[in-house]
């Protein structure tokens, strides 16, 4: 038993020599090279890109120690510049202890349609959009059409001279990130067939309510009208289908219009996503709560009235929409 933990012992020690050893191995860059951390990266994910490239020979030393100690870790996006000279254990204290360095940020607000976005980063003058008039998004996004829906919500940082086209697939790929761990962590017998489905539902809940704790509701008078083979019925989606032929307020001849959007005509879901949706309406999606209602209506204080019967329905609809409290607003 002795001998077995003096082995033990032994191995840890050179084990732990070589992991040593391996941080002290200086990075293969010259002066002035710069690293981009992406959103949603750990210490554990960059090193291994690191190792792949050949700038970091010491990977496997430190993908040990990363993978039992730190591969939790998430850093802060940005662009880290690397001294010539600089090893394996300063490059760990230069991601923890800096916070990155970019010139220009842009936020994707939950609740703005791709329309929006692209009208925003054409403002930012820094970056370099692609040539000629075709519609290179279609090649971005994963359903091969549209970006709607695909980009997630948050504060990004850039450099100056930055493809827009780098910009969006790292909006992208967050996205992406957080639809999977929603879907992989969804409720069972969701009416969705897909994850795209969920994604769809998360924008018609992001569009509905801006106040955190009604979404859950939201979400379930959707599921519960999509098990009953309701139409969904809901203003955003229809607004979205108008496009540019709305002018600030739904008619009763709007809701008549058919539209691949007019969720008054269509049956299920509209067949895609009518806004970018954050991390709490896709969880709010994939997590609905249980009600027998299936109706609700804006009150104008930014929250929603909720109905299981429509004479509930029509009389908060008399009380809160047909006398319009003089604030009024359907968002917080």
């Given amino acids: 038993m002795f001998k077995a933990w003096r082995w033990l012992c032994a191995a840890v020690f050179v084990l732990a020599a070589w992991v040593a050893w391996s941080g002290y191995q200086p990075l293969q860059v010259g002066a002035g090279v710069q690293i981009e951390v992406r959103h949603g990266d750990s210490l554990y994910a960059l090193t291994h890109r690191l190792g792949e490239r050949g700038i970091l020979p010491g990977a496997w030393g430190l993908l040990l120690y990363e993978h039992l100690w730190a591969r939790d870790v998430r850093l802060v996006a940005g662009v880290y510049p690397l001294q010539k000279g600089l090893d394996g254990w300063g490059l760990l204290r230069l991601l923890s202890d800096s916070p990155g360095r970019y010139v220009q940020r842009v936020t994707l607000v939950e609740g703005m349609t791709w329309q929006m976005l692209e009208q925003r980063l054409h403002q930012q003058a820094d970056l370099v959009w692609p040539a000629g008039s075709g519609d290179w998004t279609a090649a971005l996004a994963p359903t091969g059409g549209r970006l709607e829906g695909w980009l997630a919500p948050d504060t990004y940082g850039y450099v100056p001279g930055l493809p827009v086209r780098v910009l969006l697939a790292s909006m992208l790929h967050r996205q992406q990130k957080l639809l999977a761990v929603a879907w992989a962590g969804r409720d069972p017998g969701l009416p969705y067939q897909s994850p795209y489905q969920a994604l769809i539902m998360a ?18 008078v959707f599921v519960h009208r999509l098990r009953l083979g309701m139409r969904l019925q809901t203003d955003p989606s229809v607004i979205y289908g ?24 269509i049956q299920g879901l509209p067949p895609t996503p009518i806004a970018m949706p954050g991390r709490a309406a896709l969880w709010a999606a994939v997590h609905p709560l249980s009600t027998d209602d299936l109706y609700f209506v804006a009150r104008g204080d930014g929250h929603h009235v909720f109905s299981a019967t429509l004479p509930e329905q029509n009389a908060a609809v008399q009380r809160y929409q047909r006398h319009r409290r003089a604030d009024y607003r359907s968002h917080l």
Avoid: V
């Avoid at 018609?204 to 939201?218: C, F, P, V």
């Avoid at 540019?244 to 008054?264: C, K, M, Q």
């Fill in 203 to 220: 924008s018609l809940i992001e569009k509905e309510t801006g106040a955190t704790e009604e979404r859950r509701h939201i979400a379930g």
């Fill in 242 to 265: 108008l496009g540019e032929t709305y002018h600030g307020r739904l008619r009763s001849a709007d809701l008549r219009t058919p539209t691949p959007y007019n969720t008054y005509c």
